[in-house]
């Protein structure tokens, strides 16, 4: 199991935001198993990305701080991350424009039957267009 980009940018975010955070309450945060996050905190323990302090008696009381190496690489994960989230973005308005061109071209077979306000419906995301196309359709069922 490798450590994938995603944890590798938010669990260090996290421990950065709060270092005596718990891996429970750190998994609850995150809203993956709690087995998840000790894998991925030992693996930047053991990358050397991050140290783990006792700062009780409480054998399980730590406070994890990141390293040096571990904020390098941090920020070299971070950009990496949000090209990846950069390109679903995209890929999502490339759906979204797509599947506005499937609606015109029903539209276009229908159009006869889905006048609104005695027009077409704007097909913008802004003008609610669709909206009325859509319930005008389903009212005329």
Same mark, same amino acid.
């Given at each position: 199991?490798?450590?994938?980009?995603?944890? &590798?940018? /938010?669990?260090?975010?996290?421990?950065?935001?709060?270092? %005596?955070?718990?891996? @429970?309450?750190?998994? @609850?945060?995150?809203?993956?198993?709690?087995?998840?996050?000790?894998?991925?905190? *030992? %693996?930047?323990?053991?990358?050397?990305?991050? $140290?783990? @302090?006792?700062?009780?008696?409480? /054998?399980?009381?730590?406070?994890?701080?990141?390293?040096?190496?571990?904020?390098? #690489? @941090?920020?070299?994960?971070?950009?990496?991350?949000?090209?990846? /989230?950069?390109?679903? =973005?995209?890929?999502?308005?490339?759906?979204? =424009?797509?599947?506005?061109?499937?609606?015109?071209?029903? #539209? =276009?077979?229908?159009? &006869?039957?889905?006048?609104? #306000?005695?027009?077409? %419906?704007?097909?913008? +995301?802004?003008? +609610?267009?669709? *909206?009325?196309?859509?319930?005008? %359709?389903?009212?005329? $069922?």
């Amino acid at each position: 199991m490798s450590l994938s980009d995603e944890y &590798r940018y /938010k669990i260090p975010k996290a421990l950065e935001a709060n270092p %005596a955070i718990s891996q @429970r309450e750190l998994a @609850r945060e995150l809203g993956i198993r709690l087995g998840k996050v000790n894998y991925c905190i *030992q %693996a930047l323990v053991g990358k050397g990305m991050a $140290k783990a @302090r006792n700062y009780s008696s409480n /054998k399980t009381d730590y406070i994890y701080v990141l390293t040096l190496k571990g904020g390098e #690489d @941090r920020a070299a994960v971070a950009v990496r991350f949000l090209r990846e /989230k950069i390109g679903e =973005h995209e890929d999502l308005q490339r759906e979204i =424009h797509r599947l506005r061109i499937e609606v015109v071209g029903i #539209d =276009h077979l229908f159009a &006869r039957d889905l006048k609104v #306000d005695g027009q077409l %419906a704007e097909l913008s +995301g802004n003008s +609610g267009g669709l *909206q009325k196309l859509l319930s005008t %359709a389903e009212s005329a $069922k």
